[in-house]
């Protein structure tokens, strides 16, 4: 069964980097795009990034290019997604979801991803 568990979530102040992590299981990442998103309190979630890793490409978000990264270790079957300059506005709780055969070749819409994670919060905040 296709499982996805986000961790590394926190309280972190203006300017600090946080690492989430993605571990999957049930899927082999080379036929998933794997992606994160996030949802704000009071507004609709919104893709933050994604990966397909079998053909290196990834997508960003304008509002985190730069500052985030999104990474996969095929070996453990995780996905990171490497926050930093963090900014009060990109305090919400992020999820991460899979697509199984997805391209990635935009910044992840909700209405593609199949699989779901339950979110890990992140709080960004002197």
């Known amino acids: 069964q296709l499982q996805l568990v986000e961790s590394g979530g926190g309280l972190v102040q203006p300017g600090g980097s946080l690492r989430l992590s993605c571990a999957a299981s049930?899927?082999?990442?080379?036929?998933?795009?794997i992606a994160w998103l996030r949802q704000a309190p009071g507004k609709e979630r919104e893709g933050v990034s994604c990966?397909?890793?079998?053909?290196?490409?990834?997508r960003f978000a304008d509002s985190v290019k730069g500052r985030f990264t999104i990474s996969t270790d095929n070996a453990k079957n995780v996905v990171y997604l490497q926050m930093d300059s963090l900014k009060p506005e990109d305090t919400a709780v992020y999820y991460c979801?899979?697509?199984?055969?997805?391209?990635?070749?935009?910044?992840?819409?909700?209405?593609?991803?199949?699989?779901w994670g339950q979110g890990t919060q992140v709080t960004v905040s002197s």
């Open positions: 049930g899927l082999t990442l080379d036929y998933y795009a």
């Open positions: 990966i397909r890793s079998s053909v290196g490409r990834t």
């Open positions: 979801a899979a697509t199984y055969g997805g391209l990635c070749t935009q910044v992840p819409l909700t209405t593609i991803y199949k699989y």
